[in-house]
């Protein structure tokens, strides 16, 4: 069993930056590891993911160019550095892991999902 929780989210003005951080109580080295999001009113998105060696990273095109995700197996964590962020990013973000770490998941079939951390972008 993986627990997730997500953390680094906050109020933050038109362009700045922010990381978010997802820890695991379990070992993850060998999940996939994904970020997703959710708008109010709007339906849960995929953002980007990372394979367990970190080989492979897919990413939604609206962030493309602006979001990084990264992972620290050592540690079981995986991040998401997102600069110039904008109004459309306001969502609960969340981290999830899949165990089949061969590939990225872009659809929510993850296994394990986190509870969620708010980031609100301001203009």
């Known amino acids: 069993q993986v627990q997730l929780v997500e953390s680094g989210g906050e109020l933050v003005q038109v362009g700045d930056s922010l990381r978010l951080s997802c820890a695991a109580s379990g070992r993850i080295s060998e999940h996939a590891l994904g970020w997703w999001r959710q708008a109010p009113g709007k339906e849960r998105e995929f953002v980007g993911g990372i394979n367990w060696s970190g080989s492979m990273r897919y990413y939604a095109d609206s962030v493309k160019g602006r979001f990084t995700i990264s992972r620290d197996n050592a540690k079981n964590t995986v991040f998401l550095q997102m600069n110039t962020l904008k109004p459309d990013d306001t969502a609960v973000y969340y981290c999830?892991?899949?165990?089949?770490?061969?590939?990225?998941?872009?659809?929510?079939?993850?296994?394990?999902w986190g509870q969620g951390t708010q980031v609100t972008v301001s203009s």
């Open positions: 999830a892991a899949d165990a089949d770490g061969s590939w990225v998941p872009t659809t929510s079939q993850y296994d394990y």
